[in-house]
């Protein structure tokens, strides 16, 4: 069944690797959660296991995905925060009752108050959005170079100057582009 799907584009941050779960958003819009069984595997890969997830629970979590996607582009770009989104993020966070808790190996999981609790996986990514706007991480905001994505990520890199979401999908697609530009000359 899952092959039917898109690869999922997972980054190391959970917010970002979230808003990526719809990808070129200014193309042909690729739907990596079309479903709600997609969604509890993205959860899965993402350290927020979940049994089971509805209809309503999808499209809460495509509302909280927009909302993300809303809040990091205006901030990247230096704009004011859309009220609407910011509130969709403040609501999904403060019903969350997942628990940080440390593994015997020193790692942080994510425990939810039940097995089938997409709210508190929802409420998870929304705490990881505020803390990178509020700037509580180390790292820039920045926006996609690649004129068909435009996607919001979070540059951990040394130098802060990442201009692609992704290297290996936007970043290569414009050298490949430049490339055969320089080609036809």
Sequence with gaps: MHDRFPD???GKVLA???????????????????????????LAVSGLAVESCTTAQLELAKALRESIHAVLTAAASGEVLPAAAVQVINDCSAQCRAAAILTPEGNRQWRLSSASCVEDALGVIAA????????????????????????????????????????????NRQKKARFNAGKRL
């Design 128 to 171: 990881d959005a505020i803390s990178i706007v509020a700037g509580e991480r180390d790292g820039k905001l920045a926006l996609c170079a690649s004129p068909t994505c435009r996607a919001a990520f979070f540059d951990t890199s040394q130098s802060r100057s990442r201009k692609w979401c992704e290297m290996n999908t936007c970043g």
């Design 8 to 10: 999922f584009r997972l």
């Design 16 to 42: 970002t690797s979230f808003t990526a779960t719809l990808t070129e958003r200014r193309g042909d819009a690729v739907e990596r959660i079309p479903v709600p069984q997609r969604l509890v595997d993205w």
